[in-house]
């Protein structure tokens, strides 16, 4: 038995959504939720092999959903965004449906999911590393333990990579996520975060001084005290933002 | 074409009244230096026509001419061509008509350079007059070509702004039209209607004009009904208006993408159910409308800015009104409030 999750804020949209799925005697709907946070619970508790994900819900949208989700499901999107919004993940995603879609559409995604299964599964990191909306510029969500955080850019200090994950600095300490300093670099606002470093992305609000320490090499001050590193390239960069 | 400044007869008048003047000088003059009635008469018409007929020619030619430093030259020239056509002319001309007066002759020889130099006044002058009368008219040509195409420029914004659908809600609403057709077909039959009401609402209207708070309420209500289709387990919305304000009025569409907006940003940034309310009242003679929506000061960065929706309704307001004081939004706890205020209407 295959196992489904439908995550959408309007029930209608599930309703549809079930009502094709009923055809398939072998797809059991395990839950439904109305937004992310639910979607992220009921992930973690039934496993599903397959989810159908809304893009537009409230306070975290599907991509910031799935991120928080350890080893994600296959995902076919159904959203009403236009085909040019849509260009951005489609190579990425497994499909996607464009509400009001069809039951023959339907149908082929379903189709497609299953000639792809034991195949190479779908690369969520790429997918996700590659698309974002426009409210991502204006705030990161994080996961601390079991809870889902949702930090409004200007707390954030400054950002830190950390192997595979960033560092997110902010005045309550920092939270990690599974990204690159490249994501971020692309996302965020380029005249409020700076790329200093090779490892650092800082928030020019914070910065109250640039220090010169040893052998021409420059440091960062922020507001909260922190020194971060400056590297030439990011020290050059820094001042032409400054404008001096 | 624009209306002529002076019409054409009164400056018709104007020259003749200006020549005659000028023959009745002349001849009071002659009379003064002892000439007999005739030869005055006869030398001050025939003196003063010459003059008319030349200054006519020198109007009409420069029509021709955009007034401006390159072209005063010729203008000049023009003057002192004129004015020795005319004495040449009236010497003449005066030689033979006036040929038995005794003295005559002397006189016209006499005063040959008086008669040369205000020929020369009198084209400078009809040149001036000219020059000024195209530029005066040019220019308010120009203004008036101008004004137009703001005034244009100024409609085709404000019928842009006020089509912005959003393809969202209408995608949106088709899903849940399909939704509902396999199981509750009459609503989805009356959910189609509402749509269609809706949307014809939004294209029919024209710009510019203004409705009763009442009608533009009633245009709220088809889109309320279709978000509630969409989101009634989540959304509440309260309408509250007095009796004195249901008349008064207030441009068209107005006030639909003000609740869209409260409605997204209640809805998206917050889980679970919302009130949406719209609260309309008189203060003074102006109309104040309150939209009110819930939303997550810990987390929301929408409140910051305005978004779309109410930056377009603000310079909707400006448009028509010409102030940036009737669209205000304000938060306080976890309530956000736009506030619109409409000026009676003139």
């Known amino acids: 038995m295959t196992k489904v999750i439908l995550i959408d804020d309007e029930p209608l949209a599930r309703s549809m959504v079930k009502e094709y799925l009923s055809a398939y005697a072998d797809i059991a709907i395990v839950d439904e939720c109305n937004d992310g946070f639910e979607g992220v619970k009921a992930i973690a508790q039934h496993k599903p092999d397959l989810i159908f994900l809304d893009i537009q819900m409230p306070k975290i949208n599907g991509f910031e959903m799935l991120e928080l989700v350890e080893n994600p499901p296959t995902v076919i999107f159904t959203t009403a965004f236009d085909e040019y919004a849509i260009q951005a993940f489609e190579q990425h995603a497994l499909d996607y449906l464009l509400k009001p879609f069809s039951k023959e559409r339907f149908d082929k995604a379903i189709q497609k999911w299953r000639s792809l299964q034991g195949g190479a599964p779908q690369d969520t990191t790429e997918l996700l590393e590659n698309t974002s909306l426009p409210e991502e510029r204006l705030r990161i969500v994080v996961k601390k333990g079991n809870n889902i955080v949702i930090l409004p850019i200007h707390t954030v200090h400054y950002l830190e990579a950390y192997d595979d994950y960033v560092k997110i600095h902010t005045k309550e300490g920092f939270y990690l996520k599974k990204k690159t300093m490249g994501h971020f670099e692309k996302v965020l606002d380029p005249k409020q975060f700076v790329r200093i470093h090779r490892s650092y992305l800082m928030n020019l609000q914070e910065l109250t001084r640039i220090e010169a320490a040893e052998k021409d090499s420059h440091l960062a001050l922020l507001r909260s005290g922190t020194r971060i590193p400056l590297s030439q390239s990011g020290y050059a960069k820094l001042k032409e933002v400054l404008g001096i | ?346």
Not at chain 2, 33 to 51: C, K, P, R, V
Not at chain 2, 180 to 208: C, N, W, Y
Not at chain 2, 243 to 257: I, T, Y
Not at chain 2, 298 to 316: C, P
Request: proline share 3%; with cysteine; net charge neutral.
């Open chain 2, 1 to 346: 074409m624009t209306k002529p400044l002076v019409s054409h007869t009164t400056i018709a008048l104007s020259y003749l009244a200006w020549w005659m003047f000028w023959m009745a000088v002349q001849t009071y003059a002659m009379l003064h230096a002892g000439f007999d009635w005739e030869t005055a008469l006869t030398d001050a018409s025939i003196t003063q026509l010459i003059y008319a007929v030349a200054g006519y020619t020198m109007n009409t030619s420069m029509h021709a001419y955009q007034p401006g430093r390159r072209t005063a030259i010729f203008v000049l020239m023009r003057a002192i061509v004129l004015s020795i056509i005319c004495l040449v002319a009236q010497q003449f001309i005066l030689e033979q008509v006036n040929a038995k007066t005794p003295g005559y002759e002397e006189f016209l020889a006499s005063t040959l350079s008086i008669r040369g130099t205000v020929g020369l006044l009198m084209m400078l002058l009809v040149a001036i007059l000219t020059w000024f009368w195209v530029y005066v008219t040019e220019r308010t040509e120009t203004e008036q070509r101008k004004e137009d195409a703001m005034k244009l420029s100024r409609e085709v914004e404000l019928s842009q702004l006020r089509q912005q659908l959003q393809p969202h809600f209408l995608f949106n609403s088709l899903n849940s039209i399909s939704a509902l057709v396999g199981t509750r077909p009459e609503e989805a039959r009356s959910m189609i209607h509402q749509l269609s009401d809706f949307l014809r609402g939004t294209v029919k209207k024209e710009d510019g004009k203004l409705v009763t708070l009442e009608e533009e309420l009633k245009h709220l209500q088809l889109y309320l009904d279709i978000e509630k289709v969409r989101f009634g387990h989540r959304l509440r919305v309260e309408i509250l208006q007095n009796d004195e304000c249901v008349a008064h009025k207030l441009p068209s569409l107005l006030l639909q993408p003000i609740v869209e907006n409260a409605i997204k940003f209640g809805l998206y940034d917050t889980v679970g159910e919302i009130t949406v309310s719209v609260k309309a009242a008189m203060e003074g003679t102006m109309l104040h409308i309150e939209i009110k929506n819930p939303f997550d000061p810990e987390t929301s960065v929408t409140a910051r800015g305005t978004g779309f929706g109410l930056s377009s309704v603000k310079r909707r307001l400006y448009l028509l009104y010409h102030r940036n004081d009737l669209l205000l939004t304000s938060q306080q706890g976890g309530e956000f409030t736009t506030t619109i205020k409409i000026p009676p209407s003139i």
